[in-house]
């Protein structure tokens, strides 16, 4: 099994590139390093499945040494590459628009020139803010086109639809899936998101910055669930879209209040603005990949959290 990972580099991306080198499958990490980090796969590097190349999907797959790395032939392309952090692609928007329609498009054509599978990773924010809670496969979404999230939303609504057509114009095998809120080690401690924002913060009683009134709910999966449902779901040639992420749903307060139990920490809460069309629930409707993947999340809220504020800690004390 010859996998490329594109955005393998990233938070995501490099935990799937580490549990495939496991499954025994070869791996090509491409990735343009936008919002990843070497580091993410430097313990990969010297692995003999493993080739890492830089690379801008955005401009396709026709560098040398990218030609090389995919010659010997591509049984799967998991297209992950995209900013994924509000700040990141607000700090990016065009490049994320870019990376889900022309980038989504090159990964597409490879994937069709190999006779190979694609799986896209589309995202929970295609539902925007949501009118039906939980987020079943079946609900459109309420989302706005022009607002300052769209850059993220519709690239990834657009790389849906291309993703659709390809399948039903080209025959090209693919599959959807939507990832639900995701934390982990490696993500950036500036990355913005909440549960590293709310990390760095604590471990150096700092307010942590709720917005709002903390009372918007998110539902948050730990990173070795997710990258399983995500390899089960390429295995099983569902076509999707299917949800992927853990249904228990927390206020952003208690994730709060949480961090702060958890790294023992003396911060207060420091209440800021809310940010533009953020939205004010999620949670998934994983019925499906129950179903169809017999697939389900193991490691709980406090469980996950123990464990990020573990890798957080060791890597603080390794830059002291
Ligand atoms: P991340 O920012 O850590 O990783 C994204 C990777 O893609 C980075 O390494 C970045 O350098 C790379 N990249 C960006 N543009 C590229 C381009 N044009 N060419 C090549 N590489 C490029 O983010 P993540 O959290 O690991 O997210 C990975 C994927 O999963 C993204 O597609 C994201 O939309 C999706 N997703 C993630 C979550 C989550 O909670 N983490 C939720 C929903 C969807
Ligand atoms: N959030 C927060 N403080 C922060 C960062 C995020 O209160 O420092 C909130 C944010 O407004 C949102 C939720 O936490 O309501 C999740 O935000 P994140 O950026 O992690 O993900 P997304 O909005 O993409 O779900």
Do not use: K, Y
């Given at each position: 099994m010859r996998v490329v990972v594109t955005g393998g580099a990233g938070f995501v991306g490099s935990r799937v590139c580490e549990v495939l080198l496991g499954t025994g499958a070869e791996v090509v990490c491409l990735d343009n390093l936008l919002t990843g980090a070497p580091d993410n796969v430097g313990a990969l590097r010297g692995h003999p499945a493993f080739r890492f190349e830089q690379c801008d999907v955005t401009e396709g797959f026709d560098s040398r040494a990218v030609r090389a790395a995919l010659r010997p032939g591509v049984d799967l392309v998991l297209h992950l590459a995209s900013p994924a952090s509000p700040v990141d692609y607000l700090e990016h928007p065009i490049e994320t628009l870019d990376a889900g329609s022309r980038g989504t498009r090159a990964a597409l054509d490879l994937a069709g020139e190999h006779g190979a599978r694609l799986v896209l990773a589309s995202t929970s924010e295609v539902y925007g803010d949501p009118q039906v809670h939980p987020q079943t496969e079946e609900y459109w979404g309420n989302v706005s086109s022009v607002g300052p999230r769209s850059v993220y939303d519709e690239s990834k609504r657009f790389g849906e639809a291309l993703t659709a057509g390809y399948r039903r114009a080209l025959g090209t095998d693919t599959g959807i899936v939507r990832i639900f809120n995701t934390y982990g080690p490696?993500?950036?401690?500036?990355?913005?998101?909440?549960v590293p924002t709310f990390i760095r913060q604590a471990l150096a009683d700092e307010p942590l910055t709720v917005a709002g009134d903390g009372s918007q709910t998110r539902s948050l999966c730990y990173v070795d669930d997710l990258v399983e449902g995500l390899l089960a779901f390429a295995r099983s040639g569902h076509p999707g879209p299917m949800n992927l992420g853990n249904p228990h749903e927390l206020t952003v307060l208690q994730i709060a209040e949480d961090v702060i139990r958890a790294t023992g920490s003396r911060s207060r809460i420091e209440y800021v603005e809310r940010p533009v069309d953020d939205p004010g629930m999620r949670c998934p409707d994983i019925t499906l990949a129950r179903t169809e993947l017999g697939w389900e999340p193991r490691v709980g809220w406090t469980d996950g959290l123990t464990r990020t504020v573990s890798w957080f800690r060791s890597r603080s004390q390794g830059a002291a």
């Open positions: 490696r993500m950036r401690e500036h990355d913005g998101r909440v």
